[in-house]
């Protein structure tokens, strides 16, 4: 039987003898091809129709992917926030990936869907539903998603699978937006409590402030008070001006006792009252008194001519009895009014120290009152003081609330 081709080709025995190894060349292995191309073609158009039925069959997944940039907010204002809503550490951007991933955010997103929404994401299973099914739940057709920190970075990675590709983007953008929405409500919620809890406590302080001043008003205008000092510094200037007077009133008083007691000496002894200086000067006494002695001098002299019953000598003496008579009643007057200057300077002395004794007690009685007067006048600054600091505090709350940012973009 003759060889083949293959068989002569293939294989070559050396000269010694010994079989050498099989050799195969690119015309070999076509040849082989060509031998089994009809076995091997219909096998591997049966592997691509079941590879390609397969994926025919395969639910179609779309994802959409969307990054967040987690930053630390610049301050704007100068005072202290009532909520700090920086990330400095791991441990608070893995919190925020544990939010992104919780089932809250996830009924969240699904319930900010709007009718329309919702059917877009039911649109790419009604083909499946068999007739008179219910389209699926809103729950069922949102997907899943992957959330994942990217690496030595501040950056937040969701990833949202679902069936149809707008379907995939209008879920991750949702989650972005209800994850921002939520830290804004959380931060600017803390803040609002915050501020609604100043606002609370200054209405609260405005309050006692306006009692406690009603207080000091009542009390002060209950015992006749402008203030408390100004009333001390009235009644002691008062007590100084009437010490005064009281002390010139009652040295007039000791030198009129003393004129008195003088004029009675006077009286007692038979003593010319003339030569007091407060008689001898008084009213008409001086010119009566010039009067009497011109008389009396020309009496003198008349005397020396004529005799006692001489028409002018009887005149002289009518002149002189009637200038006598004056005199004694311009001595009594000016008796009578030294007597009354007396009485009118005891007066003055027992009213200016009356007087001085009730300013004492006026002064007396705000001293006691001081103690109440301070403590209300105290606890009225004190609320101010309080109500002011709140005041303060509520102002640098309100700008830190109204400038407040959130630390993701």
Do not use: C
């Not at 129709?49 to 907010?73: D, F």
């Not at 539903?129 to 219910?134: A, K, T």
């Not at 003496?317 to 006598?324: N, V, Y």
């Not at 103690?371 to 005041?391: G, H, R």
């Amino acid at each position: 039987m003759p060889e083949s081709p293959l068989s002569s080709s293939a294989a070559s025995v050396s000269p010694s003898g010994d079989h050498l190894v099989e050799r195969r060349t690119l015309r070999d292995y076509l040849i082989i091809l060509r031998e089994r191309l009809w076995i091997a073609l219909p096998l591997a158009l049966i592997v691509a129709l079941a590879y390609g039925y397969t994926k025919a069959r395969a639910v179609p997944m779309y994802q959409s992917r969307a990054t967040m940039q987690i930053e630390k907010p610049e301050k704007i204002v100068t005072s202290q926030e009532v909520v700090d809503i920086s990330v400095s550490s791991d441990i608070e951007l893995n919190t925020y990936l544990q939010i992104l991933g919780s089932a809250k955010l996830r009924t969240k997103v699904i319930q900010s869907l709007t009718p329309e929404e919702v059917k877009i994401l039911q649109q790419p299973h009604l083909a499946a539903l068999e007739p008179g099914q219910p389209p699926p739940s809103i729950n069922d057709v949102v997907g899943t998603i992957s959330v994942q920190a990217i690496k030595n970075s501040f950056l937040l990675s969701l990833t949202a699978m679902n069936r149809s590709a707008e379907g995939a983007a209008l879920i991750a953008n949702r989650y972005v937006d209800q994850f921002m929405q939520d830290l804004l409500t959380n931060v600017g919620g803390k803040n609002e409590y915050a501020v609604q809890s100043l606002r609370t406590r200054a209405e609260q302080l405005r309050k006692e402030v306006e009692t406690a001043d009603l207080r000091l008003q009542s009390y002060m205008k209950e015992h006749r008070l402008v203030s408390l000092d100004s009333s001390v510094n009235i009644v002691t200037d008062r007590l100084k001006s009437v010490n005064a007077a009281l002390s010139a009133s009652r040295l007039e008083r000791l030198q009129l006792e003393e004129l008195n007691n003088q004029i009675l000496s006077f009286k007692k002894d038979g003593r010319n009252l003339l030569e007091i200086a407060a008689i001898a000067n008084h009213g008409t006494v001086p010119a009566v008194s010039g009067q009497l002695s011109e008389l009396t001098r020309q009496q003198s002299v008349l005397a020396q001519r004529y005799f006692e019953r001489h028409p002018k000598m009887i005149e002289l003496e009518k002149s002189l009895t009637a200038a006598r008579e004056q005199l004694t009643r311009a001595i009594d007057l000016a008796i009578a009014d030294l007597y009354a200057s007396l009485e009118q300077a005891r007066a003055n002395e027992k009213s200016l120290e009356q007087e001085y004794a009730a300013h004492e007690r006026e002064q007396i009685r705000l001293r006691d009152l001081s103690v109440d007067f301070k403590s209300y006048e105290n606890q009225a600054a004190v609320a101010k003081a309080n109500y002011t600091q709140i005041l303060d505090r509520l102002s640098q709350a309100t700008t830190s609330s109204n400038l407040e940012r959130i630390s993701v973009r």
